[in-house]
């Protein structure tokens, strides 16, 4: 490829341009000034104490936290027994089944609110915490299939029959042979399923309501309403936490990882 | 194409770094029109580099490498009028078989209706007429080399370079393509440079071979001079297998030298290179089939005692390990029809070679 | 490890929450063309396309949508190109990348309000530079819209080239060379057609993600300059019409299917023609 002076000047700005406002919020939320501002003045931390004295925040944060962790484990709990069927018992329509799994991932997230918001409704969960869980469980379940499906074709399944040609059992083999094999696609769909749903807002823009909403919608709500600076403070401890699971995620697993799902990721 | 009389490839001490570690450490080869050269060396000696840097895909650190005369150092691949033949072949996978074969004809802007003949001239030369139409996916290992074959050579290339093209491929079949390569070299007349890390590769297709030991070169030579004269101990153990007996040179008389050989308690005489002194240190190369028992007959410049501790039964030949003042000797016997092995395991023998049936190779 | 018939039970779970998401679309389908009588009606999308503000929504929405894929894919193309290409370890790079993508919309977009924003850093600093007297108007504008979507979105297009670059043998760009094609010959005859899977498969991603956006169109758009997705929300929290939202969100899932299942077929195509690539 014809790589010039101005290849490499546009790829350089544009590395800059991907983490410049986050850098741009995290150092405003140090101001000690009334609104928010770039480059912040005189520093203090006095939105951090705004927001820990805050009950609401606080409540959202653990709205988020609660709510991140739950769809991260159904959904990977769910997506792991489905999986383990999918990969070793042939079916027909196994693979209309697996378009159906990753179905979610074609719905633009507008409509996929509306349809949400919907289902919500048929249990009477409209605003409450079940229907929030219910729809992000179904929106994360795509991004914990395909590692868990991958880390499964690629399991040898000649270690498992030769831990039973050792004398292990069943039960024995899963816990000591197979479950430690999968254990990275596990890991992988624990944590990226936990960050998708920590983030997601758009979607649970239709599902909250005035007892539970979750810490993005409620910044989304005041950046609406108010310029104050409070929210560069929560929004820098948004961005703490989703660097430290992608750090935990660099460290467990690798970040190319990110690369490979990308590329699963694509609709049907 | 011009062509000059001096040598179509040159390489004038090339050396080449990754990071530190030299991968190539002062190369100078020079290929001769027509030829079909070798590099020959174990994996990681610097085969690779040095045909990339012929190539223009690496760039030397130090040294010149010429094209039919020319200095090319600093000119890019795709002005160099060379082919190339990777070791994983790297044919398009986009294209057709007769689109890859296009390819660098398209590039040059040949006409249409000459590129048709051209192309089909090439894949009726290595056996794949009416393939063009096929995808690359298609067709078997074999046939893929064939078509990189193809593609390379349709371009004319002042040289073609080839990586290892055989490596991936099962033993018959690449017997096979051994042959078929050698007789596209001579009908086509192209220039080959060789890669291989197999010796009877080497020495099955080879004009000269130039082999290759931690990134420098130690023998240029005809292949059977490689055999039969090595000149280093390197290339004595590398190429097929081989006795060596350390020792030093006692003196020299006129054409003559007289060898003091500790593992055989005694001196031999043999023939004396120029230039060998009193006192260099020396190693002489006996390869199995030049030992024979003394029982054969008289004349043996040296003789060792000893037990036959193994013997195998190779086709041609009898092969034996025998322990002798503790050493193993090998010797290969030719195999008579119908006749048992003439050793059994725990014979005693005397064995020996002919003078001029040893090979003394100077320390350095 | 073998199973029994029971094992069809460990699908369960699974097949119960794929069966709930199906019903509820079905649902939002229903009722997208439910009449007063119960009996289904195109009323409510002869309603949509005879308000000729909702049909400018529904064309800025795929202009914009658009737009963004495009600029996301002029941009997207050489940092994934230098990535893969890039000597020594990739990690940092990735990590310039993959971070900001994994950070929430609202933040990302936060971070736009400040730096956009008429008191924002960039108006401050023309300012400071004496380059503009009054402020430039970045915000609350379609231009504030891409440049915001483009930031979301711009990530998944880089992944998913890369994940081509990253299986590309490079001996496939040294064979071209070696048979005289020059560097930009090497780009358009082999780079270009070997990594359209991931070209394709990236402007999907963001043209669907773009056109389902809320958030980042409605603070940076603003409710002037409206897309499907602010649409849908504002119909649904402002005016709680259920009916109207579940039409638009048809339509809005129409639309953005008609480019991105059409994409997805020619994907398959050009990928089965690449088999054997690696
Ligand atoms: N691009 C490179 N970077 C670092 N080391 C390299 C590179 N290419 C080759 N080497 C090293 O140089 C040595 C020679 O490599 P090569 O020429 O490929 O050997 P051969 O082809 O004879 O097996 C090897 O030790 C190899 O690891
Ligand atoms: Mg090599």
Redesign the interface.
């Known amino acids: 490829?014809?790589?010039t002076a101005a290849?490499?000047t546009?790829?350089a700005a544009?590395?800059l341009?991907?983490?410049?406002?986050?850098v741009?919020?995290v150092m405003?939320s140090f101001t000690a000034r009334g609104y928010?501002?770039?480059p912040p003045g005189e520093l203090s931390l006095r939105w951090y104490a705004e927001f820990l004295a805050s009950p609401d925040w606080l409540m959202s944060l653990v709205v988020s936290l609660v709510l991140a962790a739950l769809a991260a484990a159904f959904s990977t709990?769910?997506?792991f027994?489905?999986a383990?069927?999918?990969t070793?018992?042939r079916f027909p329509g196994a693979a209309g089944f697996e378009t159906?799994?990753l179905?979610?991932l074609?719905?633009?997230?507008?409509?996929?609110?509306?349809?949400?918001?919907?289902?919500a409704g048929?249990f009477g969960w409209t605003g409450r915490f079940p229907g929030l869980l219910?729809a992000h469980?179904?929106m994360t379940?795509p991004y914990a299939w395909r590692p868990i499906v991958s880390s499964l074709r690629k399991l040898d399944l000649s270690t498992?029959e030769a831990a039973m040609s050792l004398g292990a059992r069943?039960l024995y083999?899963?816990r000591r042979v197979?479950l430690p094999l999968l254990r990275p696609g596990l890991v992988t769909a624990l944590l990226f399923t936990f960050?998708i749903s920590?983030?997601?807002?758009?979607v649970s823009?239709?599902l909250v309501g005035p007892d539970v909403t979750t810490l993005?919608?409620r910044?989304?709500a005041h950046?609406?309403d108010s310029g104050s600076p409070v929210?560069?403070a929560i929004?820098t401890v948004?961005?703490a936490l989703?660097?430290l699971?992608?750090l935990l995620l660099?460290r467990l697993i690798g970040?190319?990882l990110?690369?490979?799902s990308?590329?699963r990721?694509?609709?049907? | 194409m011009t062509t000059h009389a001096g040598p179509v490839l040159e390489a004038l001490d090339v050396e080449k770094n990754f990071g530190a570690f030299r991968a190539v450490d002062g190369v100078s080869l020079s290929v001769r029109r027509g030829e079909f050269l070798t590099l020959l060396g174990p994996s990681g000696c610097g085969k690779t580099t040095m045909l990339r840097m012929a190539a223009g895909f690496e760039s030397p650190d130090r040294g010149t490498i010429r094209i039919e005369g020319a200095d090319v150092t600093g000119v890019p691949p795709y002005s160099r009028q060379l082919g190339f033949v990777f070791q994983n072949l790297a044919l398009f996978p986009h294209l057709t078989v007769g689109e890859n074969v296009a390819f660098g004809l398209e590039v040059r802007k040949v006409a249409r209706a000459e590129q048709a003949r051209r192309i089909e001239d090439s894949l009726q030369l290595v056996g794949l007429a009416g393939h063009a139409a096929r995808r690359v996916h298609e067709l078997s290992g074999g046939q893929r080399q064939r078509v990189a074959l193809a593609r390379a050579l349709v371009i004319r290339p002042a040289v073609l370079l080839l990586d290892e093209p055989l490596g991936a491929l099962d033993l018959k079949l690449r017997r096979q393509l051994q042959l078929e390569l050698k007789g596209l070299q001579q009908r086509t007349g192209t220039t080959f440079v060789f890669v291989t890390h197999d010796q009877e590769e080497a020495l099955t297709m080879s004009d000269r071979i130039a082999v290759m030991n931690e990134g420098r070169i130690e023998q240029l030579d005809d292949a059977s001079a490689i055999y039969d004269r090595p000149r280093t101990r390197f290339v004595a153990q590398f190429i097929g297998d081989t006795n060596l007996f350390d020792g030093s040179v006692a003196a020299v008389d006129g054409g003559e030298a007289r060898i003091d050989i500790p593992a055989l308690g005694a001196s031999v005489a043999m023939a004396a290179p120029a230039g060998l002194l009193a006192g260099d240190r020396v190693a002489l190369s006996v390869r199995p089939e030049n030992l024979r028992p003394a029982a054969d007959g008289p004349g043996l410049a040296a003789t060792l005692h000893g037990r036959v501790a193994a013997g195998v039964y190779a086709g041609t030949h009898h092969r034996f390990r025998i322990e002798a003042r503790g050493r193993e000797l090998l010797l290969a016997l030719p195999a008579r029809p119908d006749r048992p092995p003439p050793f059994a395991p725990g014979d005693e023998v005397e064995v020996g070679w002919d003078a001029s049936r040893a090979t003394l190779i100077k320390a350095n | 490890?073998?199973?029994g018939r029971l094992?069809?039970l460990?699908?369960l779970?699974?097949?119960a929450?794929?069966g709930?998401?199906?019903?509820?679309?079905g649902?939002?389908v229903w009722?997208s063309f439910a009449g007063a009588d119960g009996v289904p009606k195109l009323d409510l999308y002869a309603r949509f396309f005879a308000r000729r503000d909702y049909v400018d929504v529904l064309v800025r929405t795929l202009w914009v949508a658009g737009l963004t894929t495009l600029v996301s894919l002029a941009?997207?193309y050489?940092?994934a190109?230098?990535v893969a290409r890039h000597k020594g370890r990739?990690?940092w790079?990735?990590?310039?990348?993959?971070?900001?993508?994994?950070?929430?919309?609202?933040?990302?977009?936060?971070?736009?309000?400040?730096?956009l924003g008429n008191?924002?850093?960039l108006n401050a600093f023309l300012g400071w530079l004496g380059v503009v007297d009054t402020p430039l108007k970045l915000m609350f504008n379609t231009t504030g819209i891409v440049i915001g979507l483009v930031?979301v979105f711009?990530?998944?297009m880089i992944?998913?080239i890369?994940?081509?670059f990253?299986h590309l043998e490079r001996s496939l760009e040294e064979a071209s060379m070696s048979l005289g094609a020059g560097?930009?010959q090497?780009?358009r005859k082999v780079?270009w057609p070997l990594s359209l899977p991931?070209v394709i498969?990236g402007t999907?991603?963001v043209y669907?993600?773009a056109?389902?956006?809320?958030?980042t169109p409605?603070?940076l758009g603003g409710l002037r300059d409206r897309m499907?997705?602010t649409q849908?929300?504002q119909e649904?929290f402002q005016v709680f019409d259920?009916p109207r939202?579940?039409t638009?969100?048809?339509i809005?899932?129409a639309t953005?299917?008609a480019v991105?299942?059409p994409l997805?077929m020619l994907?398959r195509r050009v990928s089965r023609n690449l088999k054997g690539a690696s």
């Open positions: 490829m014809p790589w290849g490499r546009l790829v544009v590395l341009f991907l983490p410049a406002p986050i741009i919020v405003s928010i501002s770039f709990l769910i997506a027994l489905g383990l069927v999918f070793r018992k159906l799994v179905l979610p074609i719905f633009p997230h507008a409509a996929l609110g509306v349809v949400m918001l919907g289902m048929m219910l469980v179904i379940v498992e069943p083999v899963f197979t960050i920590f983030d997601e807002v758009t823009l239709f993005p919608v910044i989304f950046i609406q929210i560069a929004s948004l961005v989703t660097v699971v992608v660099d970040l190319e990110f690369v490979e990308e590329q990721r694509r609709p049907a | 490890m073998r199973f094992a069809w460990l699908m779970p699974l097949a929450v794929l709930l998401f199906l019903v509820s679309l649902a939002l009722s941009i997207g050489p940092v190109w230098a990739r990690d790079l990735l990590v310039l990348i993959i971070l900001p993508w994994l950070v929430s919309v609202v933040v990302r977009t936060y971070g736009w309000i400040v730096i008191r924002g850093l930031h711009c990530p998944f992944l998913a890369l994940a081509v990253l560097p930009w090497t780009f780079i991931g498969s999907m991603i669907l993600m056109t389902g956006a809320i958030v409605l603070l499907l997705g849908i929300y649904m259920f939202a579940a638009m969100a048809v809005l899932t953005a299917l991105v299942l997805g994907e």
